[in-house]
């Protein structure tokens, strides 16, 4: 089992910034990728950004150039710097960590979810 422990969210106005954070428990399995999802009331949760373990980073159209995701692979951490916030990117914000689970008999990746943070932008 992984666990993941958000923090980070909280009430800014648009053009402000907000930074998440996201610890993943110690575990022998690999963490192949950590990001960050939203999921506004009424949608879909969607991919922010993500970033793997060998370095590369994957981001929504819509937050480039605002939200720039780091990790700090030795602390199994990853963040989340929002920056140029609108009120569009109201939502709960979910942490995702992608572990290649081993066992003796299988060998496959598992999606792990954090309990959500709640990023609220006012106009």
């Known amino acids: 089992q992984v666990q993941l422990v958000e923090s980070g969210g909280g009430l800014v106005q648009a053009g402000g910034s907000l930074r998440l954070s996201c610890a993943a428990s110690r575990t022998s399995f690999t963490i192949n990728a950590m990001g960050w999802y939203q999921q506004a009331p009424g949608k879909q949760r969607e991919l922010v950004a993500q970033t793997t373990t060998g370095g590369s980073t994957n981001y929504a159209d819509s937050v480039k150039g605002r939200f720039t995701i780091s990790r700090d692979n030795a602390k199994n951490t990853v963040y989340l710097q929002m920056n140029s916030l609108k009120p569009e990117d109201t939502a709960v914000y979910y942490c995702?960590?992608?572990?290649?689970?081993?066992?003796?008999?299988?060998?496959?990746?598992?999606?792990?979810w954090g309990q959500g943070t709640q990023v609220t932008v006012s106009s």
């Open positions: 995702n960590a992608q572990v290649q689970v081993v066992d003796p008999v299988s060998n496959y990746e598992r999606d792990y």
